[in-house]
């Protein structure tokens, strides 16, 4: 064949290839359709139908429920009242943009007497308040609901929280027998950006920290390192014999418990001292305020992974959890202070921390702390025990207080007391499991002393939501 036809034969090859080529992919764009979040359909990285993976909607399998700590009114004079909600988002990544509410006042009969609708940002992982001020009512209102977008299920997207640049100075709460009034600082930290326009809360509670009174005003932006001065009145006086002073910070505490092997002497059923520990640990949580935050995480050759809950306003939550702590049964379990008390600090340094909270931490144990083992000599017996005091060190130069309630007799009382404690007025004694409810009453009462009134002051929080 000459030359000339196998170059012709060779150039219509190398076109037709190229023809097909151009078909075949032509072809695959017309019938083949790339996965969106709007083709209702589950596809791609979805974890449903148009939402999770890589859709910003998320799904509604994904989403914990927001968790009301209480709703309440509080007269302001006769028929009118001022209407409020503590609420807290516990979803790390998501949240909601002007989502609709609606407060509903009912008698104690459950007779609906007036509703308030409002709308709100719901940020990730955070705990905010609702307000409505000078709402006219017809009747008793005893009881008050929050419900959001109409009681059906939101649309949640995925959100980042802004991080707050704004602290609180110089709060006084005064004139609590006459027409109180409540000041407090705003100062922004931030010495570059200016913030944006500031809701602000202020909530007062009662020793046991029962809201008594609440209100609500707005701050302009704050200039760059700038402060501005805030206040709250009522016409109405919190008591007639103001007595002491004031606790003006909420407490977040990480309750650590022992459940290793040595919880349970005798083989009883229930067993002891686990069950007389756990319902003592309760009754510090029902012993807590509502603004008050509790985890749990438990311990025996090494902690809670993932812990068994994590700090929360949702007390009977907590409370569910400590129910739930068991022994483990078909292994020697051990006893890693250490490592729960580190499990603990951390949780207390995560964004579920209430800022210019005290932190706290109550750790109950009944055993030598001997895990984890030292992973160059397993013969060196004081290892667990050093490890356990650099953590709790290392806790308490972050500011965080630890509170150690050694069970038993055979405790090492000096250890935990000079090395795990914050000082040896943190470090309590429980000769028996019976000694443990008056122990965690104690605590209670020292954490935050029962004075005359509790201040909090709330701002709004802000994110950034994906559209």
Not at 205 to 211: Q, T, V
């Amino acid at each position: 064949m000459e030359w000339s036809k196998k170059r012709r034969i060779i150039y219509g090859g190398v076109v037709a290839v190229i023809i097909v080529s151009l078909l075949t992919f032509a072809g695959y764009q017309f019938l083949h359709k790339t996965p969106t979040c709007f083709d209702n359909k589950q596809n791609g990285t979805e974890a449903g139908v148009d939402c999770g993976g890589a859709c910003s909607l998320q799904c509604s399998s994904q989403i914990e429920p927001l968790r009301v700590a209480w709703a309440k009114s509080f007269v302001i004079a006769p028929g009118r009242y001022d209407i409020g909600a503590y609420v807290e988002n516990p979803n790390p990544s998501a949240g909601t943009k002007d989502a609709p509410f609606v407060f509903k006042m009912m008698d104690d009969t459950g007779n609906l007497l007036a509703e308030y609708k409002g709308m709100t940002d719901i940020v990730p992982q955070s705990t905010f308040f609702l307000f409505a001020g000078d709402i006219s009512i017809v009747g008793d209102p005893k009881k008050v609901e929050v419900e959001f977008n109409g009681g059906s299920p939101m649309r949640w997207v995925k959100a980042k929280a802004a991080p707050s640049t704004v602290i609180t100075k110089n709060q006084a709460l005064k004139n609590v027998d006459t027409k109180p009034r409540f000041d407090a600082t705003l100062l922004n930290t931030d010495l570059v950006n200016e913030t944006p326009r500031l809701t602000v809360g202020a909530i007062i509670y009662d020793a046991k920290r029962n809201p008594i009174a609440i209100s609500s005003t707005y701050a302009e932006g704050l200039s760059p390192g700038g402060q501005e001065n805030v206040f709250f009145t009522w016409l109405k006086q919190f008591t007639k014999n103001p007595q002491g002073g004031m606790c003006v910070t909420p407490v977040d505490t990480m309750l650590v418990f022992d459940r290793s092997g040595s919880m349970n002497t005798g083989n009883k059923n229930p067993p002891e001292p686990l069950t007389t520990a756990k319902n003592a640990a309760s009754a510090y949580v029902d012993a807590t305020d509502f603004a008050d935050k509790v985890g749990l995480v438990s311990f025996a050759t090494s902690a809670s992974s993932p812990i068994d809950h994590e700090l929360s306003i949702d007390h009977g939550s907590v409370r569910t959890a400590i129910s739930n702590i068991a022994i483990e049964q078909g292994s020697t379990q051990n006893t890693n202070l250490g490592e729960a008390l580190l499990v603990a600090s951390k949780e207390l340094g995560t964004t579920r921390h209430t800022k210019n909270a005290k932190r706290v931490i109550i750790a109950l144990t009944d055993g030598d702390t001997n895990r984890p083992l030292d992973p160059r000599n397993k013969n060196n017996s004081v290892y667990a025990e050093e490890y356990a005091a650099t953590i709790a060190k290392t806790a308490r130069d972050g500011g965080v207080e630890i509170y150690v309630v050694g069970l038993g007799t055979a405790i090492k009382s000096a250890f935990l007391r000079d090395s795990i404690a914050t000082d040896a007025r943190y470090y309590f004694d429980a000769k028996t499991a019976g000694d443990l409810q008056g122990v965690y009453k104690s605590i209670a009462e020292v954490v935050c002393k029962k004075e005359n009134f509790i201040t909090e002051i709330m701002i709004t929080p802000s994110a950034v939501f994906e559209k």
